[in-house]
């Protein structure tokens, strides 16, 4: 089958959020199971809601990815491995993983099925990528904070780039934020994130005198690349992930709708207030669009802040009088500001733009304030009903066959599919009246809310011949059923991944002798404080090695930073191996490893 040239990629935390995506246009779904997922927060699908996914989205041509993207601890590996049979069993297309181990043990035990590199793996360039291809991954979901040069290096490697297009941002790297732990021991990488970058901190000197008030620091905006998502297209990326399994179906069908109508060049200025409307805290282009700073952190608020839609233009004892530039409608959510902070209600009566109206309210807004509305009803009942009316079918055509003394027999096709079924029930001649050709074809075409809709029927109807009703119907539901067993067998795509990496490649290096003591020096000029004589290895940062190599006749290792572009990182490694000073590699990202696994130095 010929792949398309992209897949938007919706979230989904229920069965409502995910028949959302679906009905919107998503290619793909990910959701979590009840375990190993990194939104333990989230509803998340036991094994029975699980199935009834597969089965809905694949039998309208969607994919289901589970994210099983923690970290496995030694105990929990045989529960983990269980859980992934069961998930490879059920016909989940792929594994969104951040365990390495994990990983290995999956592509040895199921080796047809496919996974998917986690944006906690923190990979954000060529050499990383090309570690997990060999690993046996089909596809790298990559670091918020890749620039686009790096995505176009990554598209030589013929691997599946997933790149995130709209929805919350991590202010650190992907897949590398301890700071939940730190702060309140709950860790991102085993799906329990207590959002620290949402709360607001002040800004202290250095003998703890309070510098800054108190404000969101770190708070990032949300990612919206409406305007650009051609751009990501065009850099290499294929699927668009949209972020947001913790909200709501409203929320997931109006972001798959507005990206859909975005791609297809069909997008309206609606589609962009829509997408604002339904949730923002503010947005931004994202760092592969050059958005940093002010444009990249929303320092004022971490929620929801919805859609200006009015003033206060006055105050009085009792009331405020405002005026809306929009129509207000009976249940929209509104909020005000006030000198002691943000407050909000649900309106109880319809307000028309453009007239001044006074509101008596419990709390007294600012004379001259914005309203926002953070919550519209109208766009609410709008999306419920475009996905409770959706309704996807396949033209099912029939060849149905009643003959007298014979068993009755029906075929049915439907976009490649074909499948038969005989009835253990002769046909018998009528005693009265036999069956009309009319009462055939109306019963035999009630699909009810199957995928199908009987586009023709091809009747062979002997004339006098009896058949119960009965008999009809279950001829029409064992075609169906069958048809649509064809077509999840068919949906499940094993296909056997190469899986080259060398276990053991760089074991004898990867060893270290016996060493009393090693110490990393993070500042050169405290090498000259210390006694070097007592410690085995020294480790210092590469800006600092031709320093060192001036001043000290002795080996030494590098410590590596987090991130580096391939550029980067092929320039540091020639840096480091032109002469044999250099002993080994300290590293904090798979691409060191594998840009130095060839290398002789020790990793």
Not at 93 to 105: H, K, P
Not at 353 to 360: D, I, Q, S, T
Not at 369 to 377: A, L, M, P
Request: aromatic share 12%.
């Amino acid at each position: 089958m010929k792949k398309s040239k992209y897949e938007i990629l919706a979230p989904a935390g229920d069965m409502n959020a995910l028949r959302a995506a679906v009905s919107a246009g998503a290619n793909a779904v990910y959701l979590g199971y009840d375990e190993f997922s990194a939104r333990a927060k989230a509803k998340n699908f036991n094994k029975k809601e699980l199935e009834e996914a597969v089965k809905f989205a694949h039998l309208r041509n969607v994919k289901i990815y589970v994210t099983f993207n923690i970290l496995i601890a030694d105990f929990e590996i045989k529960r983990a491995m269980e859980s992934i049979k069961m998930l490879h069993d059920i016909g989940v297309d792929a594994l969104i993983l951040q365990d390495i181990g994990i990983a290995d043990r999956i592509r040895k035990d199921f080796p047809d099925f496919e996974l998917h590199a986690s944006t906690q793996m923190a990979v954000n360039n060529f050499y990383g990528a090309a570690f997990l291809k060999e690993m046996g991954f089909s596809r790298v979901v990559l670091a918020r904070e890749t620039p686009f040069f790096e995505v176009e290096k990554i598209k030589e490697l013929d691997i599946d780039i997933e790149t995130f297009i709209h929805g919350a941002l991590c202010v650190c790297y992907s897949g590398e934020c301890l700071m939940s732990s730190m702060i309140g021991g709950k860790s991102g990488n085993r799906g329990e994130c207590a959002q620290a970058c949402r709360r607001s901190y002040e800004i202290l000197d250095f003998h703890k005198n309070k510098i800054a008030r108190r404000l969101y620091y770190i708070s990032p905006k949300d990612l919206n690349t409406l305007d650009d998502v051609a751009k990501v297209i065009n850099a290499g990326g294929y699927s668009l992930k949209i972020e947001g399994r913790m909200k709501n179906p409203e929320y997931v069908y109006t972001l798959v709708s507005s990206y859909k109508k975005a791609l297809e060049g069909k997008l309206k200025i609606e589609d962009k207030e829509n997408t604002e409307q339904v949730f923002n805290r503010g947005f931004t282009k994202g760092f592969f669009n050059g958005d940093f700073g002010n444009n990249f952190i929303s320092s004022d608020r971490p929620d929801n802040r919805g859609v200006e839609i009015g003033k206060v233009i006055s105050i009085f004892k009792n009331f405020a009088k405002v005026v809306f530039s929009v129509d207000v409608f009976e249940g929209d959510g509104l909020e005000f500001e006030s000198n002691k902070g943000r407050f909000g209600f649900k309106v109880r009566e319809f307000y028309k733009f453009g007239e001044e109206v006074n509101l008596v309210l419990h709390k007294m807004p600012t004379e001259g304030s914005k309203i926002n509305r953070t919550y519209s009803k109208k766009l609410y009942e709008k999306v419920d009903d475009k996905i409770e009316n959706y309704n996807f079918k396949r033209n099912l055509d029939l060849d149905l066959n009643i003959n007298i003394g014979e068993n009755p027999k029906i075929n049915g096709k439907t976009e490649g599919f074909e499948t038969n079924y005989e009835l253990d029930k002769k046909v018998e001649v009528a005693k009265k009246s036999g069956l009309s050709r009319e009462k055939v074809l109306e019963n035999i075409s009630k699909t009810g809310d199957s995928i199908f809709e009987v586009r023709s029927v091809d009747l062979n109807l002997d004339e006098g011949a009896f058949l119960p009703i009965s008999a009809i119907n279950e001829m029409r539901r064992e075609v169906v059923k069958k048809l649509e067993n064809k077509i999840l067998e068919k949906s499940i795509n094993r296909v056997l991944n190469p899986y080259n990496f060398v276990e053991g490649s760089n074991r004898a290096k990867i060893k270290s002798k016996d060493s009393k003591i090693k110490v990393f020096f993070n500042k050169f000029e405290d090498l000259d404080k210390t006694n070097l004589s007592n410690i085995d290895e020294i480790i210092i940062r590469a800006k600092d090695l031709e320093k060192f190599k001036k001043k000290y006749k002795r080996e030494v290792s590098i410590y590596l930073d987090k991130f580096y572009s391939y550029r980067e990182l092929e320039n540091l490694r020639n840096y480091i191996l032109k002469d044999k000073v250099v002993e080994g590699v300290w590293i904090n990202n798979l691409s060191e490893y594998y840009i130095f696994k060839d290398e002789d130095v020790k990793i």
